[in-house]
């Protein structure tokens, strides 16, 4: 695959990205004994994941990507025998240099939790953890909340149509 070197105006480095991938970028970390390459899609996977370890958020994304989120969950996938797979970049968005990363997230919220003090435990163990993973240095993670879940609201039918 040939790579292709991109100036990200943020923090003036330059990330290397594969050319004829669907936007698919990579962060380098060189040492003297060699290259690391983080491609933007780990960076994504772990911020989702950080995300939803703060008690308080109840999902990522907006509302239909929540709903085709469900929908592919319940796909059958060949690496996954029952169902498919959780959608962890769902509702996440980076920009990845070659030292530096920027986050965005869509929350849902639990209703009676603080918008303000879940947003910044969320922000907190982002940053903690993609710094901590990948040794990029997280710029800054941006954080929208699209929505509140109510117990008790009426939620899309469990049960797959087709059998």
Known sequence: MT????????DGAQAQRPVGGPGQRTASLRSERGNTVISDSVVAKIAGLAAREIPGVYDLGRGLGRTF???????????????GQAVTTQGVSVEVGQKQTAVDLDLVIFYGQSIVEV????????INRV??????EVTEVNI????????????????????
């Open 3 to 10: 790579e292709s070197t991109t100036r990200r105006p943020e």
């Open 69 to 83: 989120g469900a929908l592919r969950q319940r796909m059958p996938s060949p690496s996954t025998a029952g169902g």
């Open 119 to 126: 947003s910044e435990a969320v922000r907190r163990n982002v």
């Open 131 to 136: 710094e901590g993973l990948t040794g990029l």
């Open 144 to 163: 929208a909340v699209d929505d509140l879940y109510v117990e008790g609201e009426e939620q899309p039918p469990e049960q797959s149509r087709v059998q």
